[in-house]
Nanobody, 123 residues
Framework: VQLQASGGGLVQAGGSLRLSCAAS????????MGWFRQAPGKEREFVAA????????YYADSVKGRFTISRDNAKNTVYLQMNSLKPEDTAIYYC?????????????????WGQGTQVTVSS
């Protein structure tokens, strides 16, 4: 599966952005999906994940209550709605796919990665 992330940009603190990740192929609903981010000089970190059906979601503590992950299997797309953005949310955001019923928080467990989209939050 190929993944294409979009929707990043520059936003002021307190603002919102919605990231999208479009997947190719007809088996999108067979994959758990995750969002990760990497800030300059830091390791890639888990942000959120969602099960193949969309029925289960999982968030990093740092974004819980502010970010919402969702998916539309008919459109082969997963979303990350980001509200109440903070300067520390500034990073390149990546979407990732893992085959099966898993939705792990470990980047090493994902099979496919998108190219990343830059999110910059100004103070």
């Amino acid at each position: 599966v190929q993944l294409q992330a979009s929707g990043g940009g520059l936003v002021q603190a307190g603002g919102s952005l919605r990231l999208s990740c479009a997947a190719s192929g007809r088996t999108f609903s067979s994959y758990g999906m995750g969002w990760f981010r990497q800030a300059p000089g830091k390791e890639r970190e888990f942000v959120a994940a969602i099960s193949w059906s969309g029925g289960t979601t999982y968030y990093a503590d740092s974004v819980k209550g502010r970010f919402t992950i969702s998916r539309d299997n008919a459109k082969n797309t997963v979303y990350l709605q980001m509200n109440s953005l903070k300067p520390e949310d500034t990073a390149i955001y990546y979407c990732a796919a893992v085959l099966g019923m898993r939705y792990p928080s470990s980047a090493s467990e994902y099979d496919y990665w998108g190219q990343g989209t830059q999110v910059t939050v100004s103070s």
